[in-house]
């Protein structure tokens, strides 16, 4: 049986391990350790393990600056932190060195069988290379100003294009950033290439999502429920961006990971929807116009005639044509009598 000393970095993730198979090692910063700890608040010989004669280890301070604290042991709840000279080493503890920490792990205790690899994680690799992560952007910022200049009825000036496609490439630069630096910190591994394609590939299947979106009120008027349609997509989408970045950038468990890319765009998502379900009904007296122009070869159905729609206009706006049109004529009518009238009497006065 040997020892295993592990240190343990901010993270609880294991940095580095060492197997103890002699009778004696030292741990501090001086290069004469078997275990070298890269902190300026340890000494340089901070600490000794030694085995004793019934095979046991110990732990011994020596007469460092900051001396050694038993934090916890993972395997025992029941052992409390508290300050210590000389311990004898159970294993799981784990003792603060400075500011540094090492664990202590017997060589027989079982581990956990090994996790397989997602599949996702192939996908990972592939879009995590410079080529394709700069490919993904570029193609975003094509699109932004392909449908900037679609969705606009005046000049489109160089400037406006320069501020699509720096607001396009600055977001997703930000968005990647800030998930790398995320993962940096808790998993140590940034991903930053990852993160950026992902964001990329999402922005390219929204854009094609809202072009299509388009095309199908082009051809049926959904004006009023395209914007649930595109909540819709986005309830779709964000949950799928959450969970990649979570995977990349977290260390937590796959449940709470599928759960938290649901609920948390979900719940903002269904406001947003609320309203628009509110807003529905409501009468606007600028209503919105698609300024995009279509050819009629995406028209992919029969367009109704003139003379038809002319016929169904007062059914469809709820219009009382006829009757308005015969109050009026009464109203006109009644007025002129009563002029008639008022002119007779003024002439009988006379």
């Not at 003379?307 to 706006?317: G, K, M, R």
């Amino acid at each position: 049986m040997a020892l295993i000393i592990e240190e343990i970095n901010r993270a609880h993730r294991v940095s580095g391990r060492y197997r103890m198979d002699g009778e004696r090692v030292t741990l501090g910063r001086c290069y004469s350790n078997a275990l070298m700890l890269e902190d300026p608040h340890v000494d340089p010989v901070h600490a000794e393990v030694v085995r004793d004669e019934d095979g046991c280890y110990v732990l011994r301070d020596l007469d460092s600056l900051n001396g050694l604290r038993l934090v916890r042991n993972f395997r025992d709840k029941t052992i409390k932190p508290a300050a210590i000279t000389e311990h004898q080493i159970q294993c799981g503890d784990e003792i603060q060195l400075g500011k540094s920490r090492v664990r202590f792990i017997d060589t027989e205790m079982s581990v956990a069988p090994a996790v397989p690899l997602h599949s996702a994680e192939t996908v990972f690799d592939r879009l995590a290379t410079p080529f394709v992560a700069a490919a993904l952007c570029l193609l975003v910022a094509g699109l932004s100003l392909w449908f900037a200049w679609l969705g606009t009825s005046s000049d489109f000036e160089w400037t406006s294009a320069v501020k699509v496609l720096t607001d396009a490439v600055i977001g997703l630069l930000v968005y990647a950033a800030a998930w790398a630096f995320i993962g940096k910190v808790v998993k140590h591994e940034a991903h930053f290439l990852a993160h950026l394609s992902i964001a990329a590939a999402a922005a390219l299947v929204y854009a094609a999502w809202q072009w299509f979106g388009t095309l199908l009120n082009f051809n049926f008027n959904l004006s009023q429920v395209l914007p649930l349609l595109n909540i819709l997509a986005l309830a779709v989408l964000l949950p799928v961006m959450l969970w990649c970045a979570a995977y990349l950038a977290l260390n937590i468990a796959p449940h709470w990971r599928v759960l938290g890319a649901i609920l948390i765009p979900w719940s903002f998502l269904g406001f947003a929807a609320a309203v628009e379900i509110g807003d529905m009904d409501e009468f606007s007296e600028s209503p919105q116009v698609s300024k995009e122009l279509k050819s009629k070869d995406l028209l992919f159905r029969d367009p109704v005639p003139l003379e038809e729609f002319l016929a169904d206009a007062p059914v469809l706006f709820d219009i009382p044509i006829e009757e308005d049109a015969k109050k009026g004529k009464k109203k006109r009518a009644d007025k002129e009598a009563d002029k008639d009238e008022v002119s007779g009497e003024d002439i009988q006065g006379e």
